[in-house]
């Protein structure tokens, strides 16, 4: 078992700047695919970045706006992300993989309870 939870949410101004923090226990961190989703009201979960063996993947919203980073020391996954927008308004949650294709909300096992993001405008 994988338990993760975010930190790092709130309410900022576009333009603004929020980091997140997934902090994960249990088993082999290092192992897992990480991932970043979000879901805004009346919406699925949409894909925001990734982790995946030493790679980093984006959706095309957040580039060049998001970063994302892990510290397998420390078992926490970060999201970084600058110039906030409105839309990107959401509670995000990062998830953890073991495989399978990393775009996918599928191929995530384990996820967080997900942390607000509200972007005012």
């Known amino acids: 078992q994988v338990q993760l939870v975010e930190s790092g949410g709130g309410l900022v101004q576009a333009g603004g700047t929020l980091r997140l923090s997934c902090a994960a226990t249990?088993?082999?961190?290092?192992?897992?695919?990480m991932g970043w989703f979000r879901r805004a009201p009346g919406k699925e979960h949409e894909f925001v970045a990734a982790s995946w063996s030493g790679r980093s993947y984006y959706a095309d919203p957040v580039k060049g706006r998001f970063t994302i980073s892990r510290d397998n020391a420390k078992n926490t996954v970060y999201l970084q992300m600058d110039s906030l927008k409105p839309e990107d308004t959401a509670v995000y949650y990062c998830a953890a993989a073991p495989g399978g294709r990393l775009y996918s909300s599928l191929s995530y096992n384990y996820w967080g309870q997900g942390t607000q993001v509200t972007v005012s405008s």
């Open positions: 249990g088993r082999t961190f290092s192992t897992f695919g």
